[in-house]
């Protein structure tokens, strides 16, 4: 975005973040082995091409006239071009397979090979969700083998399979809510949903896209739901409450029996949260707290791949209670050895909503977590757990003189920082983030939860050897003495500078995004925003 293409000479010359205050530019504009990269179609020459095809033969135009006139405009290379070109920009994205990647409330965790195999047996693999149910009899109970799982590992009696990912769970289990007041006749009194003030944005957004009034629950001091402020706003106007445990702040809600004793007296029901399962899963079943739904999130807990959009899951759980209104499909055995998709309600009673997603939810991550599962066992699942929890603890113990943690005592599975360590320094929190980056790290996540100042949510996972976490805490110990030595803002505001892109335009790049590209002798016309919205 920030580099100027020189077409004249079909290179890219070292723009404006390559020259402010950085490394010397190149010729190329690469960096070392960083090398720069051109959209495709700035790659290409017209008539050159990859494949020898024959001349098609001549065939009457049956098009009546809606021939194409001009040129479809794909790109001209060679095979080799095209290969350079992917591998290269295969390789420009920071992964879990290249290091640390304490993203915080994302739950990195290493995605083990074994889960791949499987996901890619044929018989896997090769289905297709329009097949003969008659010749997908393994994949449905390799769907209810993991729903048994879920459900044994969470306590609940029942699980929807199909949600895509946690936000479309929450939309779920909201839903089931929702439906579950609306035959007790209670839909159109209770109308609001409580959240805490440190909710994932997705908890409110939920509530609110469903038509409930969101109220912030404040966090007390110990950076946990305040329990008075709870019981005040429970009332006879409550649906649920929303509530992730251990929370956002990394804690474990140590109130959270009496929480849910409060919320079910008030008739109100409980949503957990269960992005944050991987810090529990195996120790704590949710149904033993009182939870009437909760989504899991099969790419953080059962590691199935995640980041850069690509899929999720996000199966929930249900009581009793809410269980007949999951939606639809369900996989039921009804006669003897005969696996059967239900859609419809003739064969179970209750209300379902209806489908909230085409086909039978995500059988690739349905069969990377089940491989997950059982290829750890109870122990591993356990022990995956209590490693997570043992890493943020050793990062936060290891920090906590440099840096300074938001709350006292011991965390679950995420250390939370706030930025009082950099008061006075002249350095953010996202200055500390960039500066991260040229020491190798992708940085933790930042700025959330919102109720810490400056946060820093730093989530290790069970997945990094001991030597691994000792040279990050090595980096952020020496960055954060340089921060507080006063001497090194400017340093710090000039950060990354060993990156190919130097600091960019946050604002500009998320409020007027280019997204379409144009050939040169086409510019886009206009407001750019007209043309982000295209
Ligand atoms: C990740 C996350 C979500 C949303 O899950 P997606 O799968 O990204 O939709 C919700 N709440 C919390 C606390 C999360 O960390």
Known sequence: MVQSLDRSQGRIGGGAANTTAGPVSTYTGNRALQ?????????????????????????????????????????????????????RLSQKNYAIDMGVYPLGS????????????????????????????????GALELIDRLAHWLKT????????????????????????????????GERAKRRVVLAPESAHGTNPATAAALGFTVKPIPANDRGRVDLTALKAALGPDVAAIMLTNPNTCGLFETEIVEISRAVHEAGAFFYCDGANFNAIVGRVRPGDLGVDCMHINLHKTFSTPHGGGGPGAGPVVLSAALAPYAPYPWIVKDDGDTWRVAEDGAAVDGKPLGRLKAFHGQMGMFTRALSYIMSHGADGLKQAAEDAVLSANYVMASLQDVMTPAFEGPCMHEALFDDSFLKDTGVSTLDFAKAMIDEGYHPMTMYFPLVVHGAMLIEPTESQAKEDL?????????????AKSGTAAEDFKAAPRFAPRRRLDETLAARKPVLRWRPSNNPPEGDPMKQAAE
Do not use: W
């Open 35 to 87: 090398i720069e990269e051109p959209l495709i179609f700035e790659m290409g020459q017209p008539g050159r091409c990859g494949v020898d095809l024959p001349e098609p033969s001549k065939v009457k135009d049956r098009l009546n006239g809606l021939k194409r006139a001009g040129e479809i405009g794909l790109p001209g290379l060679s095979e080799p071009q095209v290969v350079q070109h992917y591998t």
């Open 106 to 137: 994302c739950t990195m965790k290493h995605n083990p090979r074994i889960n791949e195999k499987v996901a890619r047996l044929p018989g896997i693999g090769d289905l297709h969700p329009l097949q003969p149910v008659s010749t997908v009899q």
């Open 153 to 184: 590992l969470t306590g609940m009696p029942a699980v929807a399979m199909s949600p895509a990912a946690g936000a479309h769970g929450e939309m779920c289990g909201m839903m089931a809510i929702a439906a579950a007041l609306e035959a007790r």
């Open 470 to 482: 000792d040279l990050f805490v090595g980096a952020l110990r020496a960055l954060a003495e340089r």
